[in-house]
């Protein structure tokens, strides 16, 4: 899709020798539209996402300025999202397969190329869901297991075997591979896309409402039902009210054996407790001042995750386009609220009773 670049953001950076294309964030700035220092992190995504699919029609140039403006006070309004890539896991993923594969029948029947459907953006199904455990507590159950869990669904995995050579932009991850939410974080998402000769950041919706596990690589990610995950899969966009963001600007350090999942886990449940939309806030450097070890373990350092797993050369290109972007730039504060929580009180074990205490 050529975007209509009404405001001049199309543009090119540089990463290891090689040209992209982009489009600049830093372009709404000039044209007066936005204030980038003030927009938090997952705005400039949708907004970025909005620039590059403007089409004067699921894409207008008043949606970009309304996202632009980044008004909280504001009445929502509906804008038209497009996803970079789809996360199946395979009691919902299967089915979408196995629509693709009917689209092909029809077309077949209708003496058109059958080749013609395909996923319109890259996808990825994780078989997980249904995977059972026979045997355990063994050193060899794990590979126990995944050859009964074979032997048991040969005509399924068949199927995605077939399905994986004959479709473009399909992958699929064999059951004995880990959870479909520890594959995206470890080895599925780019962080950014570097594909025919453009650079665009990475989202995603998938079919589980734990998919927002991969917005702790900075990747903004959507848990969805199955069919609104065909539709992106096939091309269309996902129709949404522009998100409310809530801003934790959290002090001190974390008491030994708190997990910064522990941390996630306190702020959702302060935040569900103290904060609504009404009192929405610009994203602040979350987790600023707590020791970054203690952090590793949820990705929130994204960019040392893409290194240690060995993609090195993609770095770059994600470094040198985060930075054309200033997507590391924000001011102070200006929270409609202003609230205080000792979060060190329920730091611990999420089922610490005084989470319970909280929760209810």
Same mark, same amino acid.
């Given at each position: 899709m050529t975007s209509?670049?009404?405001?001049?953001?199309?543009?090119? +950076?540089? =990463?290891?020798?090689?040209?992209?294309?982009?489009?600049? +964030?830093? =372009?709404l700035e000039k044209a007066g539209v936005a204030k980038l220092s003030r927009i938090p992190y997952s705005i400039k995504i949708l907004l970025e996402n909005l620039l590059r699919f403007e089409d004067g029609v699921t894409v207008k140039r008043a949606d970009i300025e309304y996202v632009a403006a980044w008004d909280v006070a504001a009445p929502a309004r509906e804008i038209n999202f497009r996803p970079a890539r789809v996360l199946l896991q395979d009691f919902t993923g299967v089915p979408c397969v196995v629509d693709l594969a009917a689209m092909r029948d029809a077309l077949a029947k209708m003496g058109a190329d059958p080749k013609k459907a395909n996923p319109l953006i890259p996808v990825d199904l994780v078989i997980d869901h249904s995977v059972q455990v026979d045997q355990y507590g063994t050193k060899d159950a794990f590979a126990a297991n995944a050859l009964i869990e074979y032997q048991r669904n040969r005509e399924r995995y068949a199927f995605l075997r077939w399905g994986q050579s004959a479709f473009q932009d399909f992958r699929a991850v064999p059951p004995d591979t880990g959870i479909v939410h520890q594959v995206n974080l470890e080895y599925l998402a780019?962080?950014?896309?570097?594909?025919?000769?453009?650079?665009?950041?990475?989202?995603?919706v998938g079919t589980d409402s734990h998919t927002t596990m991969i917005n702790g690589l900075g990747v903004v990610g959507w848990g969805v039902g199955g069919i609104e995950a065909e539709a992106c899969m096939l091309g269309q966009p996902a129709t949404m009210l522009l998100p409310a963001v809530v801003g934790f600007k959290l002090h001190g350090k974390m008491p030994e054996g708190a997990t910064a999942q522990s941390t996630g886990e306190n702020v959702y449940v302060v935040s569900h407790i103290d904060v609504t939309p009404d009192h929405s806030a610009e994203t602040a450097k979350l987790l600023k001042g707590f020791a970054a070890d203690s952090l590793k373990d949820s990705g929130v350092v994204r960019f040392e995750v893409m290194v240690q797993d060995g993609r090195t050369n993609h770095f770059t290109v994600v470094e040198v386009w985060r930075n054309r972007q200033a997507f590391e730039a924000h001011s102070a504060l200006d929270h409609t609220k202003k609230f205080r929580e000792q979060m060190h009180s329920y730091l611990g074990s999420p089922y610490d009773e005084r989470l319970h205490t909280l929760v209810l």
């Open positions: 209509q670049n009404s405001f001049a953001s199309a543009g090119q +950076l540089t =990463a290891e020798g090689r040209k992209y294309e982009i489009f600049r +964030l830093a =372009a780019p962080v950014v896309f570097n594909k025919d000769g453009a650079a665009y950041p990475d989202t995603v």
